[in-house]
């Protein structure tokens, strides 16, 4: 009984983790419905950017966080306006996917270039430290994450539902040419969604960094869970994203333990199609398109 | 107040707009009739921002705004309800009449205006915590034309709004438009019910294949033989 506790205890914290790369992924999709293909990248970036910071500024990862956070959403800005929407009106929606696709590209060869293909650790006193709760224990780098998923998944819905940018984004993703009519410029909408999602992956990069080792593909290894979890909780779903996220981590951790380690991808994935099958619009998917 | 000189407007190779020009003065209400394709719904796309103009001029007190963006044409005073309602099916009633006074100018007076419309549609009142997606035809197109009060505009264009509605809706629909002139509010407005429009406009012009082929007053139009064979079936 106390190994299961202690697996679910990890299944949660690494559905944290999965949690806070996934919400600016989903916050993407639901508002500009783009799959960014680039969010792994994005993630990368910002575990260099806090590797920089703590190994040669000697700061603490948590101290980099609005540095980081600030940096990203800069980049996710700059990419919206002169990445995507010159795209905007293009003859196929696809090219927008494409260009996603060719910045993941650049950017993992900048940092092959840049950085060489070694695995590099981002020095963090105390995170990596267990605390115990009678007989179970966690680290505090995972609580922290989960901590903060919870935190960003909050105050992003305070900020779309109590806002009046909030309201205009949620607007926009229901019904565009509507928000237009209302005086909302559409394209401001997109370029602030899109600094919003990659501030919220820069703040995944941070919290990420000290438990991970960072390297040119690292955003890869994590991006695929994260389109998993995001298509899990139903595309564009803040609180879906977190409860699917949950529910991967806790599959990961419970099958790895119980089945074997190495098929533990194989139960994620085969739950994954069960789920698509039985509820194709995922657990908190509204079952259709707004426009 | 609006004018539009020899305007061409259309979608991709396709001309739908072949250089019409109109006027609507302050305080008027002017509609456009014609049958399903004639242009009117382009004529209004083209004046909100929503349609570029490849020809011609669209001017507003004076101002050029054929070329401006559909939130910059809002923010001049013009608003447009849309045909189909195009509410925001997944927000609140209040969610969707505060989206309605979005610009800067709109929202500092928002809470006042909310009253104001409240009290033009009381039925609205007690579906405010609703979404606007769950109401019955008649009540989206009283949230959508509430929607466009909001912004308080000093333009309201209408597309079809008694379209899709049963007839005692259609009746309701006309005496809130006739009540919004009424406040000095100018209307430009397109109508398949040609009868009932042309009742209550000042002026209306009649476009047939992207053109404007005639143009009076609406009690004139309402007389003529070609108004009542083509469009009344008279």
Same mark, same amino acid.
Do not use: C, K
């Given at each position: 009984m106390q190994t299961f506790l202690q697996l679910v205890i990890n299944g949660l914290m690494l559905g944290g983790l999965f949690a806070i790369i996934s919400i600016g992924l989903t916050l993407i999709f639901?508002?500009?419905? @783009?799959?960014?293909? =680039?969010? +792994?990248?994005? &993630?990368?970036?910002?575990?260099? &950017?806090?590797?920089?910071?703590?190994?040669?500024?000697?700061?603490h990862p948590y101290v980099l966080a609005p540095p980081v956070v600030l940096v990203l959403f800069v980049i996710g800005v700059l990419i919206q306006r002169f990445i995507l929407q010159p795209l905007l009106d293009a003859?196929?929606?696809?090219?927008?996917?494409? =260009?996603?696709? +060719?910045?993941?590209?650049?950017?993992?060869?900048? =940092?092959? @270039?840049?950085?060489?293909a070694d695995l590099y650790a981002t020095p963090a006193p105390g995170v990596r430290e267990a605390i115990h709760f009678g007989p179970f224990r966690v680290l505090i780098g995972q609580l922290v994450m989960f901590g903060c998923g919870i935190a960003v998944v909050v105050a992003l819905h305070l900020f779309l539902e109590r806002s009046y940018l909030g309201r205009a984004i949620r607007a926009t993703a229901q019904h565009r040419a509507a928000a237009q009519l209302m005086g909302v410029d559409v394209r401001r909408i997109y370029i602030v969604?899109?600094?919003?999602g990659a501030a919220c992956v820069g703040l995944a990069a941070v919290l990420v960094a000290p438990l991970y080792p960072t390297s040119p593909t690292v955003g890869t290894y994590f991006v695929l869970t994260a389109f998993v979890v995001v298509v899990l909780g139903g595309m564009g779903s803040l609180h879906g994203a977190?409860?699917?996220a949950l529910l991967i981590g806790l599959v990961d951790s419970l099958s790895a333990y119980y089945i074997a380690p190495d098929l533990k991808e194989v139960v994620i994935f085969g739950l994954f199609l069960l789920v698509l099958l039985v509820r194709p619009t995922g657990l908190f998917g509204l079952g259709r398109g707004s426009e | 107040?609006?004018? /539009?000189?020899?305007?061409?407007?259309?979608?991709?190779?396709?001309?739908?707009?072949?250089?019409?020009?109109?006027e609507v003065r302050a305080g008027e209400v002017v509609t456009i009739v014609g049958a399903n394709g004639a242009g009117k719904t382009t004529t209004l796309r083209s004046i909100a921002g929503l349609v570029r103009p490849t020809a011609g001029r669209i001017t507003f007190e004076g101002e050029e705004i054929g070329r401006m963006q559909p939130h910059e044409v809002v923010a001049r005073g013009i608003t447009l309800i849309p045909e189909g309602r195009q509410l925001f099916p997944f927000m609140s009633v209040r969610d969707n009449l505060r989206m309605g006074a979005y610009t800067p100018a709109a929202r500092a007076?928002?809470?006042?205006?909310?009253?104001?419309? /409240?009290?033009?549609?009381?039925?609205?009142?007690?579906?405010?915590?609703?979404?606007?997606?769950? /109401?019955?035809?008649?009540?989206?197109?009283?949230?959508?034309?509430?929607?466009?009060l909001m912004a308080r505009p000093k333009l309201l264009m209408f597309d079809e709004p008694s379209l899709g509605l049963a007839p005692i809706i259609v009746r309701q629909v006309f005496d809130v438009v006739e009540r919004i002139a009424s406040t000095g509010v100018t209307v430009l407005i397109v109508e398949q019910n040609v009868f009932r429009t042309l009742s209550i406009a000042d002026r209306g012009y009649v476009l047939e294949n992207g053109a404007i082929v005639m143009s009076d007053t609406g009690a004139a139009l309402l007389r003529d033989d070609h108004v009542r064979r083509a469009y009344l079936g008279i």
């Open positions: 639901g508002i500009i419905r @783009l799959v960014n293909f =680039a969010h +792994g990248e994005l &993630l990368m970036v910002g575990m260099y &950017l806090t590797w920089i910071g703590t190994s040669q500024l000697g700061l003859r196929d929606a696809h090219v927008q996917i494409f =260009a996603t696709v +060719g910045l993941s590209t650049a950017l993992i060869n900048l =940092a092959l @270039l840049v950085f060489g969604t899109f600094g919003i977190f409860v699917g | 107040m609006l004018t /539009l000189h020899e305007v061409q407007a259309g979608y991709g190779r396709t001309t739908i707009l072949h250089g019409i020009s109109a007076r928002m809470q006042e205006t909310l009253e104001e419309v /409240l009290d033009l549609f009381p039925r609205l009142r007690e579906r405010l915590d609703q979404y606007g997606g769950s /109401l019955s035809g008649g009540e989206q197109q009283m949230v959508a034309i509430a929607r466009g």
